[in-house]
């Protein structure tokens, strides 16, 4: 079965700083991966996606993720963090089955950035 | 165009009550998925609707039911509320496009508070 884990309930950065937020998962078929993010009082922003090709992701907002299969890894950067970057953001994998799909989401992290 | 929009965005109810919550999928979109967010339990899978048929549900009682109508706007509905079913429902909505790797789109959600 598919899993998330999100290392980190919690990280912050200084304004300016890299922002890496890590996303480990487990999956049994070639996985479909998703970043997200979620601003106070507001639904899920899809931020960017892999599901072939190219292992190096590129987002909104400056965003970017690398697929690294050997390490079942999906960590998402951004070179230098914003003050709006401040939101929880949340991993997860697609689980296809029985025609339809189902999200299967990590515990998120709450990205906090210092002025 | 449009995105997914929930109706209510506020909700409170007393335990014992019922609920019932409201969908509109991006135009075009047939299929919809409901998940419940809560501190504790992070984001989980409720139910997907596709052509007016549910096709994919997750690990929750019977109290918890939804359907899709002909327009593909989906409701679910909650009876006999428990305190625990205070949380955040989200809505998304996929298109066929993007169903081989279960992109979803995700509104903005609906805040259920239980009393």
């Known amino acids: 079965a598919q899993s998330v884990t999100q290392l980190g309930s919690h990280v912050s950065v200084s304004e300016g700083a890299l922002v890496l937020l890590r996303c480990n998962y487990s999956?049994?078929?070639?996985?479909?991966l998703f970043w997200y993010v979620q601003y106070p009082n507001q639904g899920l922003q899809l931020l960017l996606k892999?599901?072939?090709?190219?292992?190096l992701v590129k987002g909104i907002n400056g965003f970017e993720a690398e697929f690294k299969k050997s390490e079942t890894s999906f960590h998402l950067t951004k070179p230098s963090a914003h003050m709006s970057d401040a939101a929880e953001y949340f991993c997860?994998?697609?689980?296809?089955?029985?025609?339809?799909?189902?999200?299967?989401f990590g515990q998120g992290t709450e990205l906090s950035v210092k002025p | 165009k449009a995105g997914v929009t929930q109706t209510p965005r506020y909700l409170i109810k007393t335990r014992g009550q019922q609920v019932t919550l409201s969908c509109s999928p991006i135009?075009?979109?047939?299929?919809v998925s409901w998940y419940q967010q809560t501190p504790g339990q992070g984001l989980q899978f409720l139910f997907e609707?596709?052509?007016?048929?549910?096709?994919n549900k997750g690990n929750f009682p019977g109290r918890f039911s939804g359907r899709q109508f002909s327009n593909s706007r989906s409701e679910m509905n909650v009876s006999t509320l428990e305190l625990g079913d205070s949380a955040l429902y989200l809505c998304?909505?996929?298109?066929?496009?993007?169903?081989?790797?279960?992109?979803?789109?995700f509104g903005p959600g609906t805040r259920l508070t239980v009393l």
């Open positions: 998304a909505s996929k298109g066929l496009a993007a169903s081989s790797y279960n992109e979803q789109f």
């Open positions: 999956s049994s078929v070639p996985p479909y």
């Open positions: 892999y599901t072939t090709g190219a292992t």
């Open positions: 997860a994998v697609s689980d296809l089955g029985n025609q339809g799909g189902k999200l299967i």
């Open positions: 135009s075009g979109h047939r299929s």
């Open positions: 609707y596709f052509s007016e048929t549910q096709r």
